[in-house]
């Protein structure tokens, strides 16, 4: 089955009104209909626009080709066991993933940030998604015992959107792609403390179709939060634990986010092993279980909810 995906039009910081109607395709056609409306768009700065927008046919499921949930394979950090292990045992079952790539200034044996990121420019040739990890991978000062230096409690949200936005820069320069998603280092979602401290969520949506978190539950299509999506951490987990996460997602319909390091070397890492038993697994089950990166469920998922989205009323 072949999805058309939607063209989305974002109107920052706009109320809009419009007649919404529907247009009904041919009796022979295999599209169900197609919703559009004009609206009447009211921007801050007093300028008056108005926008024919096509929202999209009605999507019967949120996953494709009558798959029952979504498992989406999400590697951090870019390690060397990655491209070293677990890209060749992705390539060879054609499983597609997401690998998060934090666009560092530098890293031991690279010379500069391009450099870095020059490897995975190969990567997203073969159809995975290279996801926004920030530039300097900044965290908590809790996971040390010094107060000196630069952390999230330090940070505003100024500071974090420029340093997002400068690893975006680097990585449509270096590796390409329309649109990726994005993965919160260390899971957390704030900066300053105290009083201070703010969720940067929103920022992150402003610019993300959908960001990765950490959850203890696989998402819901309808209702997960697209720009804090759930995750299962699973370093050092058996494979038959890993599936029995993807078992009880299927039952559930969800989508399952696993957040994976390294494979084989590292203190987060994965055994070889386990992370074969997962991709066997799946690569027997991909006729109901859709496995893609984050990106390209985080994009039919949008559809979809759009496509259910009830008439736009005139007021």
């Not at 169900?32 to 008056?48: P, W």
């Not at 926004?132 to 965290?139: D, E, K, L, Q």
């Not at 940070?155 to 792609?177: C, H, K, P, S, Y």
């Amino acid at each position: 089955m072949t999805h058309r995906s939607a063209r989305l039009v974002q109107l920052p910081a706009a109320h809009a009104v419009g007649l919404a109607k529907y247009t009904d395709y041919p009796a022979n056609s295999s599209r169900s209909r197609v919703l559009a409306f004009s609206c009447l768009v009211h921007y801050d700065k007093g300028r008056l626009a108005r926008r024919r927008i096509d929202l999209m046919e009605r999507i019967e499921s949120p996953y494709p080709d009558g798959c029952r949930s979504a498992v989406s394979l999400s590697f951090d950090d870019g390690c060397g066991s990655q491209l070293n292990f677990a890209l060749p045992i992705l390539n060879d079952r054609e499983l597609l993933s997401t690998f998060y790539i934090a666009a560092r200034d530098s890293a031991p044996g690279y010379e500069g940030w391009a450099d870095i990121l020059r490897p995975w420019k190969e990567v997203a040739g073969q159809g995975h998604e290279i996801g926004n990890h920030t530039r300097s991978h900044i965290c908590s000062r809790a996971f040390g015992n010094s107060r000196e230096g630069r952390y999230l409690e330090t940070m505003t949200l100024r500071d974090i959107e420029a340093d997002v936005l400068e690893a975006e820069r680097r990585l449509n320069e270096v590796v390409g792609q329309a649109q990726r998603t994005f993965c919160y280092p260390c899971y957390q979602d704030y900066v300053g403390e105290g009083l201070t401290r703010q969720t940067y969520v929103p920022l992150i949506a402003k610019h993300f179709i959908a960001a990765r978190g950490r959850g203890e539950y696989a998402n819901y299509p309808l209702t997960c939060s697209m720009s804090y999506l759930w995750s299962y951490p699973v370093e050092h987990m058996s494979g038959s634990a890993m599936i029995q996460l993807i078992e009880r997602s299927r039952s559930l319909g969800q989508w399952l986010v696993l957040a994976l390091h390294g494979i084989d070397v590292g203190s987060l890492a994965v055994a070889k092993e386990d992370f074969l038993e997962v991709c066997d697994f799946l690569a027997r089950n991909r006729s109901d279980i859709w496995i893609a990166p984050v990106i390209d469920v985080a994009r039919r998922i949008v559809d979809w909810r759009a496509s259910l989205a009830p008439p736009i009323q005139q007021i």
